[in-house]
């Protein structure tokens, strides 16, 4: 049986494993650190919670040791919560270093942020959208020398879909050397993961774990057969029992929106469950309070989009309750994967309704297990089918009361802009003054208000920056709606520092605004013709993603191996 010895890992990074109660590797870490630590590309697909994280942090920082300067590792994820675990893990096992790390996610200050960039950490954990921010909105991050770009949940991050990474892959992608190591880790393997491995450059390792069942054996898997307008009554019930027979057990339960998470919620508070929720409407530091006191058993019962279904490490977690069917089988694996980890026993029960069937069948051929009915006393459950009814009506009515979806709609506002498309509707000032409209035959109209029901398509690298008696306006030379030539925008005042930078990176700008240079010949890989080095995820040159060509390679500048400092 292998050890970390055995693995090539020095004595002082053997010795945090100890000390953090890891005796021996798992077969994630046994097969992947040896191809890490020889300077090969690695791609690896293991169950959840089989140790994927340590089998990249464990020979990342052995290197850094070895050759210490800053930024070394960039780690890309998909979720907020995800990156500050990874970051955790660094720091526990890069403790005798001194390592110094830099986590780069949404909801946080980015000018603290950039300061933090500034002093070049060792070890950069981000998701793909604010670290893209940063590169094309300032100077404050060099990746140009760094030596390992990791992706973790690297299905999540390549597939295209609701939220897609791959503009802002291509920014970061063009950010980085082409010569580095790349590796790829995640709990599923997808054709866009095989087609990366096809194509990568640098001597690539492919590890996958190979089993008939794509979830652990302690994982008892179990479904429930309901009515749709009956679920919640369901769900109650069986919290009910669980939190009878087993009163220190952790309950994590999925479902399907930001908005039912947050009626869900209300609603076992009413019945006096320790309840919080987790999901992307919430603000950040909400988001990770609320986690911690999870994790802390604080609250026995957290209620989570799928923003906590990857990656996430919480060891008390006993059950997992699918309140709706996974549209998807892989989704189903990874909610799943948040208990009976590590070798410890779970439960997962999945609500299924008369309109899921054809979705459990999908992913019990997936998972190649059959799941078994959980027992629930149906008497029991129409005892309280009244009072969970009344008591969701309620919740759903106090929520439509609130400022719930405000958020929502401010992130559909910045899409938009980014997008290129502005609803009229923020075109008028901050006092809801209407735009002036000058029509095509000359004639102007002081007041006329344009139906805002139109949606106006601007090309913002037609956009120019004007002022006038002080005030900030955008000018576009052809701008058309109904027929009519819009000459001056005013922008409220929410969004005008995002309208500056997004001219400042994508188009031309005049009256005291930088003008862009040109960003390189390159093409492929980065964001296209003329947009940089053209580097694709194993670093090679080519077009799209994946890149096909030879990279441009860069001379490594050897750092000095005395102690972990940061090299200006």
Known sequence: MATFETLGLHEWLIQQCKQMGISRPTPVQEKCIPAILEGRDCLGCAKTGSGKTAAFVLPVLQKLSEDPYGVFCLVLTPTRELAYQIAEQFRAFGKPLGLKDCIIVGGMDMVYQGLELSKKPHVVVATPGRLADHIRSSDT??????????LDEADRLLEQGCTDFTKDLEVILSAVPAKRQTLLFSATLTDTLQQLQSIAMNRPFFWEHKSEVQTVEELDQRFILTPEKVKDA???????KFQDEHDDWSIMIFTN?????????M????????TISLHSMMKQRQRFANLAKFKSNVFKILIATDVAARG???????????????????????RVGRTAR???????ITLVTQYDIHLINAIEEQIQVKLKEFPVEEKEVLKILTQVNVTRRQCEISLESTDFDEKKKINKRKQMILEGKLPLSLLKTAQNHPMLVELKNGETYNGHLVSCDNWMNINLREVICTSRDGDKFWRMPECYIRGSTIKYLRIPDEIIDMVKEEVLSKGRGRGGMQQNKPQGKGRGGGPGRGGGAGRGIFGGRGRGMTGTGRGQQQEKKPGKPQGVKNQN
């Open 234 to 240: 369901y769900l109650v019930q069986l919290i009910q």
């Open 141 to 150: 991050i060099n990746l140009n020398r760094i030596q390992f770009l990791i």
């Open 312 to 334: 996430l490490d919480i060891p008390t977690v006993q059950v997992v309750i699918n309140h709706n069917t996974p549209g998807l089988p892989k989704i189903y694996i990874h």
């Open 257 to 265: 929106t930001c908005k039912n998470c947050q009626i869900l919620t």
């Open 342 to 348: 590590a070798g410890r026993n779970g439960v997962s």
């Open 267 to 274: 609603m076992l508070r009413e019945f006096n469950f320790p």
